[in-house]
C-alpha cells in the first residue's frame, strides 16, 4: 500500500478545507513512522484498539512523542457483542478497583469515545469525573495479561497488500 500517496491526498484535503484534521486508524509505530518522514501535516490523531488488556505501551509511546492524540476503539474489548470477550468488564483488578469507588469496571482507563446502546452504560458515561486511579491501582493494572481482540485475520490475503500477519501487524502485537 503506498501510504505517502494517499497521505499527501490527505493532506491536500485539509490544505482545501475539506477537512479539519487529518489521522489515521490501527496505524503501528512502523506505519506511522512510513508517512512521518516528510509530513507537512502530521497526523492529529491514531485510532486503535486500546484497553486494560491490550494497552500498546509502545505505541502510545510513540504517538505521545510526536504529537499525536491516540484514540480508544474497543475500550471494553468489545463486551456483549458476539465477537467481544469479558476480560476487561470480569477482570478481576478492575472489578476490585471499581467497586472501592462505587463504579463500574466500564469507567475505569484511558480517554475514549463512547458509543453504547445501552442505557446504564450511557448513564455511566456521564459519572467519571470524581475519581482517579492511584498509582498502586495504576500499577496492578499494568500488569494484566495483554493481547488483542482483533486479529486482522479478515485483512490477510495473498492479493492483497498484506499478505501476513507479520506484515500487518509489523510485528508489534
Known amino acids: ?18 477537512v479539519k484534521s487529518i489521522g489515521v486508524s490501527n496505524f503501528s ?20 484498539e ?15 512523542a510526536n504529537g499525536i492524540h491516540v484514540s480508544a476503539w474497543s475500550p471494553l474489548a468489545a463486551f456483549g457483542a ?20 462505587g463504579k463500574s469496571s466500564a469507567q475505569q482507563g484511558v480517554s475514549v469515545t463512547v458509543k453504547s446502546f445501552n442505557m446504564e452504560r450511557m448513564k455511566e458515561n456521564l459519572e467519571i469525573f470524581d ?10 493494572i ?11 485475520e479478515i485483512l490477510i490475503s495473498s492479493t492483497g497488500p498484506y499478505k501476513t500477519h507479520q506484515e500487518f501487524w509489523d510485528e508489534d502485537p
Open 50 to 64: 486500546l484497553n486494560p488488556a491490550w494497552q500498546q505501551r509502545k505505541l502510545r509511546d510513540f504517538c505521545k
Open 142 to 152: 499494568s500488569q494484566i495479561p495483554q493481547h488483542t481482540g482483533f486479529s486482522g
Open 82 to 101: 458476539p465477537w467481544g470477550s469479558p476480560v476487561v468488564m470480569e477482570n478481576p483488578i478492575l472489578k476490585e478497583s471499581a467497586a472501592a469507588k
Open 1 to 18: 500500500m503506498d501510504f505517502k500517496a494517499v497521505w499527501d491526498a490527505m493532506e491536500e484535503c485539509q490544505r482545501l478545507g475539506l
Open 29 to 48: 509505530c512502523k506505519k506511522l513512522s512510513q508517512i512521518m518522514a516528510n509530513p507537512k501535516i502530521p497526523p492529529a490523531v491514531n485510532q486503535v
Open 131 to 140: 475519581w482517579e486511579l492511584s498509582e498502586e491501582e495504576l500499577q496492578q
